[in-house]
């Protein structure tokens, strides 16, 4: 092992500080979809944001991830043609007053962000043999989904907004992208400056859906384990911080 | 739209210190293997990285997660059993040196960490028809993985390793934890006290593989799409200030 390799992070990698602040960040994200502003994303703050993404972990060292930057109007006019078409086959998908409810929110800001960045896997990145992914093949779209959410919560600490636009056809994105057989879009997202960010996730303000409790969530040792009192005290207390925006 | 849900996040959500914390915490995390230490987990502490593993973004707010605690000795002797069957049959596919490298390597801590975690993703929470995942099926075990990445950078920003066991058979480790069909153990995590962190990705400073350019891997409006020169050259500043453990 080198000199190099054997470094290790000094006693003073973090601070009391950077704690809070990877909380404050956690529990300010927001999933962003229509409040959007034109300012274009400075490449500085950009170049940090896809950074962020491309440190996130990855299965053995693979770093599968892909980020094509979006800001043709013309090609931005063709996914949201698609998004389009899936919403519309979507909403039919609901009954009655919840359709109702499906059709009156806003869930994409493609032609209203910026900028927008397709994050892809190349599942064939290092050949068929990736350390870690022998038996659980889908480690590879795991890991550009970590990077996903670091990018995501990197554009929330430099103040953007992001969006995640899951309502589009795969195949439709990988020919409009120009995608080989063996990349997969695993998200398309909007990025940009916002007039604002939801207090609470959009769909738990407009009633679609509510925040579980999370000690209805924890068990020990199995899916029908037991529950651990003393932690599920400490659960709830800090659920009802985090609801607070803070966790101390 | 009630009083609550129009509130909004006020101008001082953030400063300029959680932006450099969110930085600091992902630049500094690790997948620990090797280094773990025998101390519990504080209840407190516990309760603080599963809540920001609940504040993930999960499509249509469904929510999927299961935070399984596994404490028991006999039952992670049954996950490192399992571990090392998928492990001996995964070595068996690299060839020569490379095969010698891998054997060398410690891929988990299951029995050495003081807890594991597995995550799970229930994909019948909120019945078959999902806002956000009509088209992309995979979109609930996605909402998974962020929380597992969310939970990842609490741990660091804890001081706390975590490595991710992705070498094991799915339907075993279904079976261990009596797993229902309908459930998905996303990831199964490794967690606790460390003796020091590597200043670099083990893999790397191994020799396994390298640290890719971002600047290859950012391009313009399509797969085969143009560079942006300027991009470009913040994208090198910012990996340059990344390898140093700052972003700035």
Tied chains: 1, 2.
Aim: glycine residues 8%; negative net charge.
């Amino acid at each position: 092992m080198t000199e190099q390799a054997a470094a290790i992070q000094g006693d003073d990698a973090l601070t009391e500080a950077d704690r809070q602040g990877l909380y404050r960040v956690l529990l300010s994200r927001r999933d962003v979809r229509g409040q959007f502003m034109p300012d274009p994303v400075p490449d500085d703050v950009l170049a940090r944001i896809l950074t962020a993404a491309h440190y996130a972990p990855s299965v053995g060292f693979m770093q599968p991830w892909n980020f094509i930057l979006v800001r043709s109007p013309e090609v931005r006019g063709r996914v949201k043609a698609a998004f389009q078409q899936a919403n519309d086959e979507a909403a039919a998908m609901f009954d009655g007053e919840r359709q109702a409810v499906y059709r009156s929110l806003k869930l994409e800001g493609i032609m209203d962000a910026p900028l927008n960045i397709c994050v892809t896997c190349d599942r064939d990145r290092v050949g068929p043999v990736v350390l870690g992914r022998t038996h659980i093949p889908t480690m590879d779209l795991y890991s550009t989904v970590c990077a996903v959410e670091n990018l995501w919560l990197a554009a929330r600490a430099e103040g953007l907004g992001l969006g995640w636009v899951s309502i589009i056809s795969e195949p439709a994105l990988k020919e409009i992208l120009g995608l080989p057989e063996r990349v997969v879009p695993v998200a398309y997202l909007c990025l940009g400056k916002v007039s604002h960010f939801y207090a609470k996730p959009e769909l738990a303000a407009k009633g679609w859906r509510r925040r579980l409790d999370l000690t209805d969530l924890v068990c020990l040792d199995g899916w029908d384990g037991p529950k651990d009192g003393a932690l599920a005290r400490e659960l709830a207390r800090a659920q009802d911080a985090a609801e607070d925006g803070t966790l101390i």
